[in-house]
T-cell receptor, first 116, second 111 residues
């Protein structure tokens, strides 16, 4: 149980294009999902908290117009990196919070984004 | 905001010996402390967690201890094996269940 999938696993795009990443909870409903970014050899940095049916809450320093988050259902949240630039290249990981266990987060496999 | 410090940043242990990783947190309201193991290029995997109503939790070779007064918690891995080699992250919750992660410990098990 508590499986989270993420798609795509790899994406290479040209500078200026937009990239959409999907995060799905496969066997449980997730009212809250989280989006993290991880640079090489660094820790996970929370970008935003995604709540089903409402606007996402962004962490300080994260541009909400650049990183668009949509959480349209209890099993799907999407992150769109708009007008991507090389400095946006990173490992993006989502997590979903299980309703039955307060605090517990299960992570997706991550999406490695390379912007040329 | 919440701050979580983790030590050491790297740790090499002979196979069969024990490994200990320590974390401290700043928010006294934190009540949930998970530990994640991340292999290169993979997702963080929850290996054990502890809530503030207990002081210790054990799962086979892995144990976590919590000292709420001192605001620190530790991961203990006994009888280490080569497959234990990975990066380990501690975390603490704050506010509306967001997690703040420590900086990570790269554990290497020497055969």
């Amino acid at each position: 149980g508590a499986v989270v999938s993420q798609h795509p696993s790899w994406v290479i795009c040209k500078s200026g294009t937009s990239v959409k990443i999907e995060c799905r909870s496969l066997d449980f409903q997730a009212t809250t999902m989280f989006w993290y970014r991880q640079f090489p050899k660094q820790s996970l940095m929370l970008m935003a908290t995604s709540n089903e049916g409402s606007k996402a809450t962004y962490e300080q320093g994260v541009e909400k117009d650049k990183f668009l988050i949509n959480h349209a259902s209890l099993t799907l949240s999407t992150l769109t990196v708009t007008s991507a630039h090389p400095e946006d290249s990173s490992f993006y990981i989502c997590s979903a919070r299980a309703q039955t266990l307060v605090g517990t987060q299960y992570f997706g496999p991550g999406t490695r984004l390379l912007v040329l | 905001g919440e701050n979580v410090e983790q030590h050491p940043s790297t740790l090499s242990v002979q196979e069969g010996d024990s490994a200990v990783i320590k974390c401290t947190y700043s928010d006294s309201a934190s009540n949930y402390f998970p530990w994640y193991k991340q292999e290169l290029g993979k997702r963080p995997q929850l290996i054990i967690d502890i809530r503030s109503n207990v002081g210790e939790k054990k799962d086979q070779r892995i144990a976590v201890t919590l000292n709420k007064t001192a605001k620190h918690f530790s991961l203990h891995i006994t009888e280490t094996q080569p497959e234990d080699s990975a990066v380990y992250f501690c975390a603490a919750n704050f506010g509306n269940e967001k997690l703040t992660f420590g900086t990570g410990t790269r554990l290497t098990i020497i055969p």
